[in-house]
């Protein structure tokens, strides 16, 4: 069964730094491109970034592009997202998703992680 | 960047209504489309994919069709546990975008 768990959301004041990670099992992790995906609350749902399966092509949604870094280390099955410069309206559920592929684009999201919250404030 | 629209925001329906959402692209997507499901407090559930692809496990009454620029979501007939928000999301560039949402209620 896949499995996605993420970890590493928490408070952070504005200007900080955070890194999330997404732990993967359940399926051939280096095969499959990723994504997180956020949701501020009662708000509905943002893309952020994507990554390929070998990890050797990113993509970044305009809000964060220059803040966020995407990567994943395939020997550990795991996504990471590091995020910096946090603003206020970072504040979110960040999910990681799984594409059925390696390749990013023409594919979607199944299934997703429980999400961690990401909190901005002073 | 490509937008995505979709309409209504919100719905109220009976039990049995058949139901549907549309999601339009600012630009032609071709068929590269996907459907989700957010049910209160849960984690996003694929629905639909390529346009009109059932994900497996998706109960039947559920449709998706369009290609290019309008697409659809159908319920043929809405049941108790579809009270859900809907979302739609582009597929074949980024940035990924996804619809704005729509909140669907039982009248």
């Known amino acids: 069964e896949v499995h996605l768990l993420e970890s590493g959301g928490g408070l952070v004041q504005p200007g900080g730094s955070l890194r999330l990670s997404c732990a993967a099992s359940g399926f051939t992790f280096s095969n499959h491109a990723m994504s997180w995906v956020r949701q501020a609350p009662g708000k509905g749902l943002e893309w952020v970034s994507g990554i390929t399966g070998s990890g050797g092509s990113t993509y970044y949604a305009d809000s964060v592009k220059g803040r966020f870094t995407i990567f994943r280390d395939n020997s550990k099955n795991t996504l990471y997202l590091q995020m910096n410069s946090l603003r206020g309206e970072d504040t979110a559920a960040y999910y990681c998703a799984k594409a059925p592929v390696a390749a990013i684009f023409g594919n979607w999201f199944d299934p997703w992680g429980q999400g961690t919250l990401v909190t901005v404030s002073s | 960047d490509i937008q995505m629209t979709q309409s209504p925001s919100s719905l109220s329906a009976s039990i049995g209504d058949r139901v549907s959402i549309t999601c339009r692209a600012s630009?032609?997507?071709?068929?590269?489309l996907a459907w989700y499901q957010q049910k209160a407090g849960r984690v996003p559930k694929l629905l639909i994919y390529?346009?009109?692809t059932l994900q497996s496990g998706v109960p039947s009454r559920f449709s998706g069709s369009g290609s290019g620029t309008d697409f659809t979501l159908t319920i043929s007939s809405l049941q108790p546990e579809d009270v859900a928000t809907y979302y739609c999301?582009?597929?074949?560039?980024?940035?990924?975008?996804f619809g704005g949402g729509t909140k669907v209620e039982i009248k």
């Open positions: 999301q582009k597929c074949n560039s980024a940035p990924l975008t």
């Open positions: 390529a346009a009109s």
């Open positions: 630009q032609g997507i071709s068929n590269y």
